[in-house]
């Protein structure tokens, strides 16, 4: 019977993860959105604002999924692993990435005078799984921006010249809520000096406004196993100043928050806003008379 209710509310969570508009999703971004299906938390008040512990264990949302493979459209396949690239290139929706000669990385490029552009912007993702569900639904596209995963670190230098061309160009990191996380955005500011870094999130009070599930075991989170070996430990005092008190008791308690964690919908459009900046027009009525003055006359109709 608990297996039969599991199948249904992960049914519900399928469904929603895609929604609106045929979304791709993660593995884990299905397992937090069926553990919102099974516990909601929009009825709490938000004046009670918290982590709240996944109420599902990873294990029996597997097998649910296992005996559902076939039935979760929307569903990214298992990740490629380290060593793909993850500029755009390839098919993330099909799971096939570009080879390492694809991968900037690497001297073989199918595109040469790709690294011949100013660059504005880089999103660097601190799970691999992130970067790829970001790239299958096209954000690059959208954002204009490249997306690279923690693992493809350091920079390519051809790309450090495309973001030295553009005036502000910026690095964007999107980490999740936890202490190695939030250490990586210090980690680009070391092993690149010059280049504008900015983090994305997420931190501790991101991750208890929007009431995300939260691990007690940060080692759980599969961002973490990445840059557990390449940064060192780094002790609560170590963290930004920008951290208040509540946070760093929060990270302080082992606590730690995926981006997975976020809806899909909710993470596509909020990296968008963040990676693209503030958009503001610069026509006026006055603009569009002097365009007018400067266009060809054979632009104007003949009758």
């Known amino acids: 019977m608990r297996g039969r209710l599991l199948g249904r509310s992960l049914d519900t969570a399928v469904a929603r993860a895609g929604a609106p508009g045929r979304i791709l999703f993660t593995e884990r971004q299905l397992y937090y959105e069926l553990c919102r299906v099974v516990r909601p938390v929009g009825w709490v008040p938000r004046a009670l604002p918290f982590t709240p512990a996944p109420p599902v264990p990873y294990e029996r949302f597997e097998e649910a999924l296992a005996r559902r493979r076939g039935e979760a459209p929307g569903l990214l396949g298992p990740d490629p692993g380290p060593g793909f690239g993850a500029l755009g290139g390839g098919s993330p929706k099909s799971g096939v990435f570009p080879g390492p000669g694809a991968f900037p990385g690497s001297d073989a490029s199918p595109e040469p005078d790709l690294y011949d552009y100013g660059l504005p912007r880089l999103l660097v993702c601190q799970s691999r799984s992130v970067a790829r569900m970001l790239l299958a639904n096209d954000l690059h596209l959208e954002a204009a921006c490249p997306v690279l995963a923690a693992d493809d670190l350091p920079l390519d230098p051809r790309l450090l010249a495309g973001l030295a061309r553009v005036q502000g160009a910026t690095v964007h990191v999107l980490h999740d809520a936890s202490v190695a996380g939030i250490a990586l955005t210090a980690r680009l500011r070391a092993d690149h000096p010059g280049v504008r870094v900015a983090s994305l999130g ?102």
């Open 202 to 303: 997420l931190v501790p009070r991101h991750a208890i406004a929007m009431r995300l599930n939260a691990a007690r075991d940060p080692a759980r989170s599969p961002g973490e196993a990445v840059l557990s070996a390449a940064l060192p430990a780094v002790p609560p005092a170590a963290l930004p100043a920008g951290l208040d008190r509540r946070e760093r008791e929060w990270l302080a308690r082992g606590r730690s928050a995926e981006v997975e964690a976020v809806h899909p919908a909710r993470l596509l459009r909020t990296v968008q806003r963040l990676v693209r900046g503030p958009r503001t027009s610069d026509h006026s009525m006055w603009t569009g008379l002097r365009e007018l003055r400067t266009t060809g006359f054979m632009t104007w109709p003949a009758n």
